[in-house]
C-alpha cells in the first residue's frame, strides 16, 4: 500500500488491499508542504523514509474494519516488526518515493474548458443579523439523497469562508429568473449585511439566511471541509429544505450569467 500526498493537498492511500510494500508516493511539490504533508501523516526519518502509525493507515484505509484486510494487515505489521521496521513506540517504517512529474494543464487553459461547462447559481450564506457572510457559487454539488447531502467549493481566500467555518452551517439558496441582482449585489458589495440588500431574505428553520422565493433553499450543517488545490469542499447534511416552482433557473456559462431555454419538447 501507498500512502500518497498529492500537490492538491490530499492524502489518499493507493493499494489498500495489497500488503506486500509500504511506501510513502509523493507528488512534486514545494519543499515546505512536503513538510507539511509528510507532518500529517507521521514523522520524516533521515531524507527517505518516514515513521507511520499503522492507526494513520487503517484510517486511510476504505477496507479498514473488514475481517480479511485486518488479518492481512496484521500479518503485514508483525512481518515488518520482524524485520526491525517498526519502533519502540510502535511506528512503521516507510520509504519515500518520489513520482515523476506528470503532464498538466496551465490555469488560462483550465479556465477555457470550464467555460464550457453551464453550472446552476447559488447564494451560499451563514451566521445572523450583523454576523451573516454570503458569496456566489456555481459549484453546489447535488452529493446523496440518504443522507441528503451537498457540496460546494471555496476557494480559500473567499472572504465568507472563515464565518462559513466558524458558524458550521450554511444555507445555499439556488437562484432563478428576476434574482439576477442578487449575484451583482454579493459579488460588489462588502462582505456582510450590505450583501443581502437585494431581494427578500428571512431566517430559515436553522436560523440562517434565506432568499424569499429562491428555486431552492437547503439549510445545511457541515460535516467535512476538505483541502482540494486552491479550495476548500465544503459538505452539507441538509437539515431543511423547500424549493419553488415555475421560475426558471439562473445559469453560470461560457463567463456569465444566463437564463435557461425553454425545455425541448420530448
Ligand atoms: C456565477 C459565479 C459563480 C461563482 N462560483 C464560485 C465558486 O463556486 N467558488 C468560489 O470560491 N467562488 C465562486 N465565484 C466567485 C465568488 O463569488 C467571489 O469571487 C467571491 O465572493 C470572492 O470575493 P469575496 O471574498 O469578496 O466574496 C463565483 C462568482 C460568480 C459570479
Known amino acids: 500500500m501507498r500512502v500518497y500526498l498529492t500537490n492538491a493537498g490530499v492524502v489518499t492511500l493507493l493499494e489498500p488491499a495489497n500488503f506486500r510494500g509500504l511506501d510513502v508516493l509523493i507528488d512534486p511539490q514545494a519543499p515546505d508542504q512536503i513538510e507539511r504533508a509528510i507532518s500529517r501523516i507521521g514523522k520524516r526519518e533521515g531524507e527517505g523514509h518516514v515513521r ?10 476504505p477496507h479498514a474494519g473488514e475481517a480479511e484486510w485486518e488479518e492481512n494487515f496484521d500479518k503485514m505489521i508483525a512481518y515488518a516488526t520482524k524485520a526491525g521496521w517498526v519502533d519502540d513506540s510502535n511506528m512503521v517504517r516507510a520509504h519515500i518515493t518520489f513520482a515523476e512529474p506528470q503532464p498538466s494543464i496551465t490555469p488560462d487553459v483550465f479556465k477555457a474548458a470550464m467555460r464550457a461547462l453551464p453550472a446552476g ?10 454576523g451573516r457572510a454570503a458569496f456566489i457559487v456555481s459549484s453546489l454539488v447535488s452529493i446523496s439523497a440518504e443522507p441528503p447531502l451537498v457540496g460546494f467549493f471555496a476557494n480559500r481566500t473567499v472572504s465568507a469562508l472563515p ?5 458550521n452551517k450554511f444555507a445555499a ?11 451583482q449585489t454579493m459579488c460588489s458589495a462588502p ?13 430559515g428553520k436553522n436560523g440562517l439566511p434565506v432568499l424569499d422565493g429562491a428555486l431552492a433553499t437547503l439549510e445545511c450543517d457541515i460535516i467535512s471541509s476538505t483541502t482540494v488545490g486552491t479550495h476548500q469542499f465544503i459538505v452539507g447534511h441538509i437539515r431543511h429544505s423547500s424549493s419553488a416552482e415555475a421560475i426558471h433557473p439562473l445559469v453560470n456559462f461560457n463567463g456569465g450569467v444566463r437564463h435557461l431555454p425553454e425545455r425541448l419538447s420530448a
Open 163 to 167: 464565518t462559513i467555518l466558524a458558524e
Open 121 to 130: 447559481i447559488a447564494a451560499i450564506t451563514t451566521g445572523q443579523g450583523d
Open 52 to 61: 507511520l502509525s499503522p492507526s494513520v493507515l487503517r484510517f486511510l484505509s
Open 191 to 203: 462582505q456582510g449585511p450590505a450583501r443581502f440588500s437585494n431581494g427578500t431574505w428571512l431566517e
Open 173 to 183: 439558496n439556488v437562484l432563478g429568473t428576476g434574482q439576477e441582482d442578487v449575484v
